[in-house]
Nanobody, 123 residues
Framework: MQLVESGGGLVQAGGSLRLSCAASGRSFSSWSMGWFRQAPGKEREFVAA????????YYTGSVKGRFTISRDNAKNTVYLQMNSLKPEDTADYYCAAANRPFITVRSGAYEYWGQGTQVTVSS
């Protein structure tokens, strides 16, 4: 399985970005997909996840109401729409895939990872 992220960049506080994660290499019907982020000097943290089958979603508290995760089954692509961005959202964002049909926030449960895309929010 290969995961390729895109969509990162530099944006002012209050702005928006949409990250994409294109998945290939296998069927994903029983998998879940997550977005994680890692800021300089900090540990990687869970951001959001979605299940491929029914589209159930879950968010970490700091992004709830601002970020939206979604998936396009036909395109095998997962999106992270990020609105009302804050400087504290600055990080490298990673897409990951877990071979389970339910949400998990543990990074260790995810078997495949993308290369990451950088998001910088200026104040």
């Amino acid at each position: 399985m290969q995961l390729v992220e895109s969509g990162g960049g530099l944006v002012q506080a209050g702005g928006s970005l949409r990250l994409s994660c294109a998945a290939s290499g296998r069927s994903f019907s029983s998998w879940s997909m997550g977005w994680f982020r890692q800021a300089p000097g900090k540990e990687r943290e869970f951001v959001a996840a979605v299940t491929w089958n029914v589209g159930a979603t879950y968010y970490t508290g700091s992004v709830k109401g601002r970020f939206t995760i979604s998936r396009d089954n036909a395109k095998n692509t997962v999106y992270l729409q990020m609105n009302s961005l804050k400087p504290e959202d600055t990080a490298d964002y990673y897409c990951a895939a877990a071979n389970r049909p339910f949400i998990t926030v543990r990074s260790g449960a995810y078997e495949y990872w993308g290369q990451g895309t950088q998001v910088t929010v200026s104040s």
